[in-house]
């Protein structure tokens, strides 16, 4: 029970603050939609749509992430920081593997074939190529930010009650 709140308060710290978001130049354009208190709000339904919200925008785009995340929370209308924070599931040490597993996966949803070995020194090999490699890599890259972002907003949404149960069992007692 500690350890979940511990875990909340740490998660809460590392959130972005409204001044933060604000003041970034990308979200300059979104300043009067961030003034909605609805979108700073912890509830249930928030976070975990927050949260889907920044895994989906994560995996699908690889850059500008956090803004387009604050974006498409503002227009959710769900939880900002955990839209922003939720986003860096892809980072300089999960983006290899995360994409090389997407197109796996799209190659596999495309019936695409794989090429061998390609190797990323040879540019021009990597250009000729790259016409193969995009729709199956696209194709699994949207299959996988839909999983994900679903996976993570009831799997947000399950801890959330399971924590809320917990606190009126415990206070009962």
Known sequence: MRFMASLIQRLRSLAPSRDRLEANPLLRVLAPGLSNPRLWHWSRRGV?????????IGLLIPV???PLAAALAVALRVNVPVAAVSTLITNPLTVLPIYYAAYRLGAW???????????????TAVWENLGTIGLPLF??????AT????AGYFLISQVWIWR????????RR
């Open 164 to 171: 809320v149960a917990s606190k009126r069992q415990w206070a």
């Open 147 to 150: 999983c994900l972002a679903l």
């Open 109 to 123: 949803a495309t019936g695409a074939s794989v090429p061998e070995a390609l190797s990323l020194s040879d540019r």
């Open 48 to 56: 975990a749509a927050g949260g889907a919200a920044g895994l989906f």
């Open 64 to 66: 500008a992430q956090i």
């Open 139 to 144: 194709t699994g890259l949207g299959i996988a």
